[in-house]
């Protein structure tokens, strides 16, 4: 057992200290909201991620696993801290790294004893020599510490299954020991454990998520040239995924990639990049690809409707990503803004996120039901594949629809089928068995 403190119970503190804890270590974790950390006391989560309430719930109930807003009751038998704070776009492009600099100030002003300080959020390369300068100039008296880059690779909608299976735990430190002592927290993981120095293991967090990004839009690219020559994408990406170096993931076109992470890494990248020097051409395309992935929905759009004052547009799905809530940089709601900025009238539908949405884009309509949010609408858009929408009764939408448009985003329905029911349906790069463009 060991003492684990967490700092900033997000999507990554609050999965990384619930699976420490159910580990059997003792975990305390720490947030400066306090709304946060009374809802937590009582098993209440901030997020909607599957199966973590019922890990949060046994570890609460075992006593491993507490919630404090006190950074010295925090700090005061902990051996591994872990700071986990959010590190938002900020001015250009580059990281915003004000609650990383408040976090190791309050390490600082708090610690009492030697600590090893395990940065797991996502930070520039050189941010791990950053934190251990700020601990040393806010400390009252020097007390011996150790910095360990330790970068999260958990995806949001299927967090607890990837921090108990993950590929790799990839660990950057200066302090060797110190980076030994933390592989031995992560053995019970059974994964292979990278050991380096502190900067490459926080480039390796950038490049990890750059080229995932880039496989996104690489795919995207693939559509958009799949459509105009009447191929199908889906099955381009299923035939190259079989070569063992190329893989099936994150082929999957769509309407480009979002959340609060791929964005803000590829632009952060790219920003060190330019202030260092280097030209990073292939991130300039990736981001673009991406932006232009999300506008080719309205293309179609207006293609089929001819202007979009005036028409209701459906969108199936809010959420960045299916199986979960959070909504940050999603691109449904970037279409939707888009819509409303076209005159359009905008419903929506998610599962989870609708809540969410309510708070920040208050013009989008919000139905209980996907049936009750596509009746009347001019066209619809699958903008999350959530998988209660590939059961859908598609006769009972298309029938309770004023036009049946269909914009499949997600590549979620099969467009022989679609268009067999009646539907004028356009997918992301899906031409026609046999030669046939999509466009026709
Ligand atoms: P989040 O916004 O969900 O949570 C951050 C939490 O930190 C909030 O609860 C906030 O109140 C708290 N906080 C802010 N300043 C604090 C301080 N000084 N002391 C204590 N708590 C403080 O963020 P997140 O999505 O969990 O992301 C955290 C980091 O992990 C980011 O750098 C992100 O890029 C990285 N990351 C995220 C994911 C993901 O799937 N969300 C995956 C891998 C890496
Ligand atoms: C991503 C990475 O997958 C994690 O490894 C990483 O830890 C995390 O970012 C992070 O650094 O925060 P996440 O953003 O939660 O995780 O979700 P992904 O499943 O990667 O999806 C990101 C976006 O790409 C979503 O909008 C998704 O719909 C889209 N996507 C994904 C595609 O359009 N096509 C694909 O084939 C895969």
Sequence with gaps: MNNITVIGVGYVGLVTGTCFADLGNSVLALDINKQRIENLRQAILPIYEPGLKEVVERNIHADRLRFTT????????????????????????????QYVRMAAESIAQNMEHPLIVINKSTVPVGTG???????????????????????EFLREGSAVRDFFNPDRTVLGSTDREAA???????????APIVITDLRTAEMIKYASNAFLATRISFINEIANICEALGA????????????????????????????????????????????HGTNPQLLGAVMDINKIQRKQ??????????????KTIGLLGLAFKENTDDIRVSPSLDIAEMLHEAGAVVRGYDPVAAENVA????????????YEMTTGCDAVVVATPWNEFKSLDMDRIKKAMKQPVLVDGRNLYDPARMREMGFQYRGVGRGFKGGGSDLQ
């Excluded at 708070?359 to 996907?370: C, G, K, M, N, Y």
Aim: some cysteine.
């Design 359 to 370: 708070r920040s884009h208050a013009f989008i309509q919000l139905a209980e039901d996907p």
């Design 70 to 97: 006190d950074y010295k009751e925090a700090l005061k038998d902990a051996e591994f801290v872990f700071i986990c704070v959010g590190t938002p776009e900020g001015v250009d492009g580059e990281a915003d790294l």
């Design 129 to 151: 020599d950053w934190v251990a300068n700020i601990i040393r100039e806010h400390q009252p008296k020097p007390i011996p510490f150790a910095v360990v880059s330790c970068p």
């Design 180 to 190: 030994h002592r933390v592989a031995q927290l992560h053995l019970p993981l059974r």
């Design 297 to 310: 929905i309205i293309i179609k759009l207006e293609d089929m409707l001819g202007d979009l004052k005036g």
């Design 232 to 275: 199908d994408v889906k099955e381009v990406a299923q035939g190259m995924g079989y070569d063992k170096r190329i893989g099936h993931h994150f082929l999957e076109s769509g309407v480009g990639y979002g959340g609060s992470c791929f964005p803000k890494d590829v632009k952060a990248l790219a920003y060190m990049a330019q202030v």
